[in-house]
């Protein structure tokens, strides 16, 4: 069993929709996080969160730490937005935890 | 300039040949890392480094081997490579107490 289990694992959108990823977790956490990769490969950060919720233009990602529990929401998708989206948890060690992604394709 | 940057890009080799994979950031972080990525897998820890004279092993470390040569420099190599070391791998950086990771642009290697 992943420490990181991400749903769906493929999701598939009009332009214009709203979309939302959800990752739960298993181990103890400092913090969580969410990286998106895009098709050619490299991988970035999108937020990281310990409790709440952060707000970085059209993404929106929200953490509950009582269910063990994190979203990650697109607002007026765009095709710009296919990408892999990745959750990770780390803990206190800087020990990290991946999921096996997201893949979203946004259609036209 | 990417902060994290990763050479080759992409790597075509044959089984039994030795490949080093390197990286370089200029984020002046003082934790590097080295991960492989597979379809369907997440990204899975080869080895990490919390400073120059620190080295340890993660959770697929065999067939493996690294050298940080430098803060800024940190390189990964198959010393025989087998197919089964075809996948994209990925360093990483991150600054004690800060959380955040930093990746590179990844570098495809296909072992034939």
């Known amino acids: 069993k992943n420490e990181v289990e991400q749903s769906p694992q493929n999701l598939t959108a009009q332009e214009g929709e709203f979309i939302t990823i959800n990752c739960s977790y298993s181990?103890?956490?400092?913090?969580l996080h969410w990286l998106q990769q895009h098709p050619g490969g490299g991988i970035v950060s999108l937020f990281m969160?310990?409790?709440g919720k952060k707000k970085h233009g059209r993404l929106i990602a929200t953490i509950n730490i009582q269910e063990k529990h994190s979203s990650l929401h697109i607002t007026a998708s765009h095709p710009r937005d296919s990408a892999v989206y990745i959750c990770?948890?780390?803990?206190?060690?800087?020990?990290?935890?991946f999921g096996t992604g997201t893949s979203l394709t946004v259609i036209p | 300039d990417a902060d994290v940057t990763q050479t080759p890009r992409n790597r075509i080799t044959k089984t039994g040949k030795r490949i080093m994979l390197e990286c370089s950031q200029t984020?002046?972080?003082?934790?590097m890392y080295w991960y492989r990525q597979d379809p369907g897998l997440g990204l899975r820890l080869i080895y990490y480094?919390?400073?120059?004279?620190?080295?340890n092993k993660g959770e697929i470390s065999d067939g493996y081997s690294v050298s940080r040569q430098a803060q800024a420099k940190f390189s990964l190599s198959l010393e025989s490579a087998i197919p089964n070391q075809t996948a994209l791998y990925f360093c990483?950086?991150?600054?004690?107490?800060?959380?955040?990771?930093?990746f590179g642009e990844g570098s495809r290697l296909t072992v034939l």
């Open positions: 181990v103890g956490i400092s913090a």
């Open positions: 969160l310990s409790s």
């Open positions: 990770a948890a780390s803990n206190t060690g800087n020990q990290f935890y």
């Open positions: 984020k002046g972080h003082d934790r």
């Open positions: 480094s919390f400073d120059v004279k620190d080295i």
């Open positions: 990483a950086t991150s600054a004690a107490g800060q959380g955040r990771m930093f």
